[in-house]
Nanobody
Framework: VQLQASGGGLVQAGGSLRISCAAS????????MGWFRQAPGKEREFVAV????????LYADSVKGRFTISRDNAKNTVYLQMNSLKPEDTAAYYC????????????????WGQGTLVTVSS
């Protein structure tokens, strides 16, 4: 599956942003979809993952209660709604697809999109 992330931008602290990831192909519904982020000079870190049907999700503690992952299988798209953004959320955000159940390690994901940059100003 090929992935294309979009929707990044500049937002003030406390603001909201929704980023999207569109997938190609007709088998989107068999993949768990995840979001990761990578800040300059730091390792890529897990943000959130959603199950095939969207009924199950996992979040990193750092974003729990502020970010919401969702998917629309009819549109082959996964979303990340980010609220109450903080400067430390500044990073390139990557979407990824996996055939395993709710993975959280980057190595569990076989397909990656390009990053979309989110910058949160203080």
């Amino acid at each position: 599956v090929q992935l294309q992330a979009s929707g990044g931008g500049l937002v003030q602290a406390g603001g909201s942003l929704r980023i999207s990831c569109a997938a190609s192909g007709r088998t989107f519904g068999v993949y768990c979809m995840g979001w990761f982020r990578q800040a300059p000079g730091k390792e890529r870190e897990f943000v959130a993952v959603i199950s095939y049907s969207g009924g199950n999700t996992l979040y990193a503690d750092s974003v729990k209660g502020r970010f919401t992952i969702s998917r629309d299988n009819a549109k082959n798209t996964v979303y990340l709604q980010m609220n109450s953004l903080k400067p430390e959320d500044t990073a390139a955000y990557y979407c990824a697809a996996a055939l395993t159940w709710l993975p959280v390690r980057p190595t569990d994901f076989g397909s990656w999109g390009q990053g979309t940059l989110v910058t949160v100003s203080s």
